[in-house]
Structure formats: structure tokens, C-alpha cells
């Protein structure tokens, strides 16, 4: 098993100590108060991320949160090093017009993009932006928009009449080097073919390992060269206790009615990838383990990924070490709110993994460790150790 990647994420849709909702028809919203977004409080945790070594961080696309490409771009200017993974809908640009700003974005920013591609699997969204395919059709036009962009990068004069896209003596002035790499994700019988032929990166959701290894077999075996990603939450802590107490108080103030309405207008989504989310808890507070460590609370009020892994430091490494196991090899991560949650996993977890062979910051450093003078005591070390000191000697 080699070193894994971890990448951040980015909430457009606003931020808060609660579960902000968002994403797949359900409308943003907090048991709490939502931190105002700015470039500021983003460029904070764009910054963070970036220190405690996260490779990159997810933007989100959708009606619910800011333009994903523009926010980016912003950022490139407060962070060094941090690559932007930028969520975008083919079917709301020319295929054209998307490789030109990919690879302007590319040059500008240091070759720190990555792309999300998300064909879209909510019609009445897609409608609001004049977008009147079906989810199959809207896979097949995603399959010619990548077949384009591909073959612009590459630096051909592209001529394509294919059903759904037409472009006519289409090339590039400049060409990105290196050619961003793209993540797509899809859990339905269209989008298998289309990540398969076209992506660098599969992703899914946070399902139990024994789904997901289904779930990358049957990408393997329509392409067997792919790298694998997973999207997550995470609530990590010292003590396994202080985690689940966390993820109780999450959920302490959403009522029995919010997440009815919620859960109502999940089971309208088309999305496959939503249906097996639901699936996980059924719009119950029940049975929310849906596997060690891993906690379905956040799909009974947000659309999209919709679990987390909640426990220790260790074993949220455990957790992690055993979807790398199944190939996984990039973790994109969240919490709530998602600059203290950065630092919890990031001084936590990351660690842990980097003791293990796991992971190594991205500047070249091990474990970021300090000790006490004359003592010789790391601080950061593990949990005995800190059961030995009594506890953390740096508050959080």
C-alpha cells in the first residue's frame, strides 16, 4: 500500500458549528447559525488545509452554493501549494470554452487544478439552467464533452457532430501541462461507461467498505487502470467518547419534520448514488452505524455525502487504512464547522497515518510533532502517550 492523498473541503453553500444542508434539491439551511461566506473566511481554510498538508480541496457546483470556477480562481491567490478540485456540469459549457478555462486556469494558478465532473442528476435543476436532457442522455452528451476536451488538450483541431454537442475547427492557442486530472463519480449503469472511458480518478461516496469494494470491481473491470477516491466526513478526536458526543450534538437540534422534509425531497433525486445513501438510514435516527466508525447522521439533512467517519484519531486511521486496502487512494474529506475540523484530522489523524507509512506532507516532512523542553514528551504523539500527560497540554 502506498502513500495516500487527502484533500479538503471548500463549503460555498456557507459554513457553520451544525450541518449546513445543501445539494440535491434540498435548500441550505442550519439547525444553527451559518458563518457568512467570504473570500476571507475561505481563503482561512483554503490556508489551513494547505499547512496541515492536504493535497487539495473540493469546490461544489450547484444552484445551492457559489460558481465553483470563480471562487477558485480567488483563492489561487491567497495559498501556494493547495490544488482545487472544481466541481463543474459539462452540459452548461461548451466543451470548447471548458478546456480553454481549464487550461488557462492550469497556467495561471501553477498547475493546481484538478476537475470534478458532475453530469447532474436532478432534471429540475438542470432545467433552471436551460439544461432538458434525461439523466441518460445528459451521460451520453458527458461522454462526447469529454471526448472533445480530451482531444483539445492534446492539441487537435476538432471537428464533432455527434447527438447532443456540434463544434467546427476548434483548437487550443496554449495547451495545460500537465493536463488536469479529472474525478468523476457515478453509481448508475450510464455513468460506469463514461468514467471508465474518460476519467483519471473514480470517486464514490462513503458507503460501507463491503459496498464500495463492489462498487470498484465493477469499475475495474471496465478499466482496470483507474485510481480510486471516496468522499467523506470525518469528526475525529481524542477519545473515541468526545467524537460520537460530537456527532450526538450535530443532530441534537434538527427536529423530526426537518428531516422528513429533507428525506422527502432526497427520494425525488434521480441520482443511484443518492438512492444508496438514503438506503444507508432510511430517514430514521436508528441504526445510523451503518459500520464501524462509520456514522450515516449527516444524509438525514444534506443531500449528497451523506456519512462520516467518527471515532479516535487511531481509529479513524484504522477505518481509513482498511478503504486503502481496497484500493482507495484519495480521501476527499469535510466538517462541521470545516476550519476547526481541518485542524482536528489534520494534527490527529494525519499523523497517525504518517507513523504508519501512510501518508507524507506534501512539502516532504513526517508527523508534525513538538515536545516539551527538557522532557523529551512529543506532543501530537498517540493516545497513550497522551493518557500519560493527562490529556492535550495545547488547547483547542
Not at 151 to 177: F, K, N, Y
Request: charged share 20%; net charge negative; glycine share 14%.
Amino acid at each position: 500500500m502506498g502513500a495516500l492523498d487527502f484533500h479538503w473541503f471548500l463549503p460555498t453553500n456557507g459554513d457553520s458549528r451544525d450541518i449546513v444542508g445543501g445539494g440535491h434539491g434540498v435548500p441550505v439551511g442550519s439547525a444553527g447559525g451559518v458563518r457568512p461566506l467570504t473570500i476571507g473566511y475561505l481563503g482561512q481554510i483554503a490556508r489551513s488545509a494547505e499547512q496541515l498538508g492536504f493535497a487539495g480541496a473540493l469546490t461544489p457546483t450547484g444552484a445551492w452554493c457559489e460558481d465553483a470556477w470563480l471562487t477558485t480562481a480567488m483563492l489561487t491567490e491567497v495559498t501556494e501549494r493547495l490544488k482545487f478540485l472544481v466541481a463543474f456540469r459539462p452540459g452548461l459549457l461548451s466543451p470548447t470554452l471548458a478546456a480553454q478555462m481549464a487550461s488557462t486556469f492550469q497556467r495561471l494558478s501553477g498547475n493546481r487544478l484538478l476537475l470534478n465532473v458532475v453530469t447532474g442528476g436532478e432534471s429540475g435543476e438542470q432545467r433552471a439552467y436551460g439544461d432538458f436532457l434525461d439523466k441518460d442522455a445528459r451521460y451520453a452528451r458527458t461522454d462526447e464533452f469529454l471526448t472533445v476536451v480530451r482531444a483539445l488538450w492534446r492539441g487537435e483541431t476538432v471537428d464533432h457532430h455527434g447527438t447532443h454537442l456540434r463544434v467546427e475547427g476548434a483548437q487550443l492557442s496554449r495547451l495545460p501541462d500537465p493536463v488536469p486530472e479529472i474525478y468523476f463519480g457515478g453509481s448508475s449503469a450510464a455513468a460506469g461507461p463514461v468514467a471508465a472511458a474518460h476519467s483519471d480518478v473514480y470517486l464514490t461516496w462513503g458507503e460501507p467498505p463491503a459496498q464500495v469494494e463492489k462498487k470498484l470491481d465493477w469499475i475495474r473491470g471496465l478499466n482496470p487502470g483507474l485510481r480510486f477516491g471516496i468522499r467523506l466526513h470525518v469528526i475525529a478526536r481524542d477519545t473515541a467518547e468526545a467524537a460520537w458526543a460530537e456527532a450526538e450534538r450535530l443532530l441534537r437540534h434538527v427536529s423530526p419534520a426537518d428531516i422528513a422534509a429533507v428525506q422527502a425531497g432526497l427520494r425525488r433525486s434521480e441520482s443511484e448514488g443518492q438512492r444508496r445513501m438514503l438506503d444507508l438510514h432510511g430517514g430514521s435516527r436508528d441504526g445510523l452505524v451503518v459500520a464501524p466508525n462509520l456514522w450515516a447522521g449527516v444524509g438525514l439533512v444534506r443531500g449528497g455525502a451523506g456519512t462520516a467517519l467518527v471515532g479516535s484519531h487511531t481509529e479513524i486511521a484504522d477505518r481509513i487504512a482498511e478503504y486503502a486496502d481496497l484500493g482507495i487512494t484519495e480521501f476527499i474529506l469535510s466538517g462541521y464547522p470545516h476550519l476547526e475540523e481541518a485542524y482536528w484530522f489534520g494534527e490527529g489523524v494525519l499523523p497517525e497515518l504518517a507513523r504508519r507509512g501512510l501518508w507524507r506532507h506534501p512539502d516532504g516532512s513526517g508527523p508534525q510533532q513538538a515536545s516539551i523542553p527538557f522532557a523529551g514528551v512529543p506532543l501530537g504523539g498517540n493516545d497513550d502517550a497522551r493518557n500519560r500527560r493527562g490529556g492535550d497540554l495545547v488547547p483547542r
